[in-house]
């Protein structure tokens, strides 16, 4: 059974982690001012460290100092209770990212939970999250772990990268073409699929890339100066460009209409439309898609009678609907 001093020594050797991790170089005395302890004290905790195979290294200086360095092998990890708990909660939720990872995380998670004090495992084990595969997403195949590592390395280093691409278009064009170049900024992860969002220097123009349809090129091209994207928020870009736009996040089309139904029916299949209660059975819909007749087929999702406000381009994509509708059916 681990004594009192025990204790305090190991919540002093994470708490003295996880300062190392945080800040590239600690001075001894400022070590000993946030611990609590005489630098004496540090000094030994540091030898603890390093017997359990993590590489601090002594840092020479006025004032002497300590430094954790990148080790050759994995030394024993060391987290406090929250740390421990996020870290496998996020592992859980490992499945819906779509990196590929699935199984990986799964044993890490085994391995995580099994040395966690019981009353960490109980916390975790009545955390219950099911994976469910976005609609958008369907059965398309995860991104290559190593393709989004090698992204996410150009990312860092400033290179251009060379990639081969199955085109949404032309899923079957295997003819030869030459490899696409593109200046990487960032890698995003929307709806279980991951997305490469860079600057074509051919182009001259900003483009998005599914990465489970890159076959990467060795080796990478040229380093480039990083820009900022339209609006400088990779989010609200990567979200315009799916609605249509090219600077805004606002749908290209957007219409009014009032729906014979309750908001609570309305709300659930609203996406980012915005939903007014007018009347306990009828709600007013402000919704938007990158088209007129998009966006009133959306709308005919709702089983039933639609009033148009406006504008008028939603009323006559209305009428063509209906009018292919009933070529559809026979009637014409």
Request: aromatic share 6%; proline share 8%.
């Amino acid at each position: 059974m681990p004594t009192a001093s025990s204790t305090v020594t190991s919540r002093r050797l994470l708490s003295l982690l996880s300062m190392l991790q945080v800040r590239r170089d600690w001075p001894g005395v400022l070590l000993a001012r946030r611990l609590g302890v005489s630098e004496r004290t540090v000094r030994r905790d540091v030898d603890r460290l390093r017997d359990l195979g993590y590489p601090v290294r002594a840092v020479k200086g006025p004032e002497g100092g300590y430094r954790l360095e990148a080790g050759s092998e994995l030394p024993p990890l060391l987290f406090d209770d929250e740390q421990a708990v996020a870290l496998a909660v996020a592992l859980r939720t490992a499945a819906g990212t779509g990196a590929g990872i699935e199984e990986s995380a799964a044993r890490a998670l085994a391995t995580v939970r099994q040395v966690l004090p019981s009353r960490l495992r109980q916390r975790v084990d009545a955390l219950e999250i099911s994976a469910v595969e976005s609609a958008e997403r369907g059965a398309d195949p995860p991104a290559d772990t190593h393709v989004l590592l090698t992204l996410s390395a150009a990312i860092r280093s400033g290179e251009e990268v060379r990639f081969d691409y199955v085109s949404a278009a032309r899923p079957d064009d295997a003819g030869p073409r030459p490899p696409r170049r593109v200046q990487p900024h960032h890698l995003v992860v929307r709806n279980g699929r991951w997305y490469l969002v860079g600057w074509n220097p051919e182009r001259g123009d900003w483009r998005i890339y599914r990465a489970d349809r890159m076959t990467l090129r060795v080796p990478n091209g040229p380093r480039f100066t990083p820009r900022p994207v339209p609006g400088g928020d990779v989010a609200t870009f990567l979200s315009a460009r799916f609605k249509g736009s090219e600077t805004t996040n606002i749908w290209p089309c957007r219409g009014e209409v009032i729906l014979d139904l309750p908001a609570a029916q309305v709300i659930p299949f609203a996406g980012d439309g915005i939903v007014e209660k007018l009347t306990p059975t009828r709600t007013r819909l402000l919704a938007g898609s990158w088209s007129w007749a998009a966006l009133a087929a959306t709308l005919t999702r709702f089983d039933s009678e639609i009033e148009v406000i406006g504008p008028q381009p939603l009323r006559d994509a209305f009428a063509d609907l209906s009018r292919r509708a009933a070529r559809a059916a026979g009637f014409s």
